[in-house]
């Protein structure tokens, strides 16, 4: 099995999400990837979730790896496993959904940003990623507001036109799929579906955690992290 583990975040968010794995993962190859207009990355022409997939395995070279993939993230590993299912030997799913809702909020999302930028909303999607416990929220809250608009409204625009629901029986990587109690953007009975069709994924709730349950609760999600990998 390779040593390759590819790590991409949540929509709005950047490789620092990752920060509090970087213990159980210490001696592998660690690519971040980072979305279109996240973290500095360049706004390019991605506007769905294979687009999307295909820039995760631009950047993790020829060989196999297992993904750990966090909300947009999730999603984006879901594809690369139905589409491209030899190069993804294990795969993590955290607080992610086969469908993020109607498409029509994404689409309204994505016209707002454009409208009035991140400001607009940053309170309120912050205000979901965590509990009101949580006491690190700003820098990620600065993170959010330092992504490019436009990369944020095509990602939303991906999300607007994702469904995979009746896709999830073809992945045959072995599967974690992992919930927070207390996330509503993508809740436990979410994660419940991902994992009932996915043959012979494991499903795991986190309680006291909300949307970045690996941000907030690293030491309940290393550890099934290291066991899964």
């Known amino acids: 099995m390779s040593g ?19 213990p159980v993962l210490a ?3 660690v690519v971040t990837v980072e979305h279109p207009g996240h973290g500095g990355a360049p706004v390019d022409g991605a506007r769905d979730m294979g687009s999307l997939a295909k820039r995760v395995l631009d950047a993790a070279g020829d060989e196999p790896f297992s ?18 299912p030899g190069r993804v030997e294990r795969l993590v799913l955290a ?8 498409p029509e909020q994404w689409l309204e999302r994505a016209a707002l940003v454009r409208r009035e930028g991140l400001g607009a909303i940053v309170d ?14 700003e ?27 009746e896709e999830l029986g073809a992945i045959d990587a072995p599967t974690l799929v992992v919930s ?12 419940a ?7 012979g994924a494991r499903h795991v709730v986190l309680e006291d955690a909300a949307h970045l349950a690996n941000v907030e609760r690293p030491g309940a999600f290393n550890p099934l992290l290291g066991e899964f990998l």
């Open 67 to 84: 993904f750990v993939g966090l909300s947009l993230g999730g999603a984006v590993g879901m594809r690369l496993a139905l589409d491209t």
């Open 4 to 22: 390759t583990v590819v790590l991409c975040g949540s929509l709005g968010a950047t490789s620092a999400v990752w920060e509090g794995q970087a």
């Open 95 to 102: 607080c992610t959904s086969a469908r993020f809702g109607a």
């Open 193 to 199: 579906l991902v994992a009932e069709r996915i043959p």
């Open 139 to 165: 820098r990620y809250r600065a993170d959010f507001l330092s992504t490019e608009p436009e990369g944020y409204a095509r990602c939303c625009e991906a999300l607007a036109a994702w469904d995979a629901r």
């Open 27 to 29: 001696g592998r190859r």
């Open 124 to 137: 309120t999607i912050v205000g979901r990623w965590f509990t009101p416990a949580f006491a690190g929220r």
């Open 180 to 191: 927070a109690a207390g996330d509503v953007a993508a809740p436990p009975e979410a994660g």
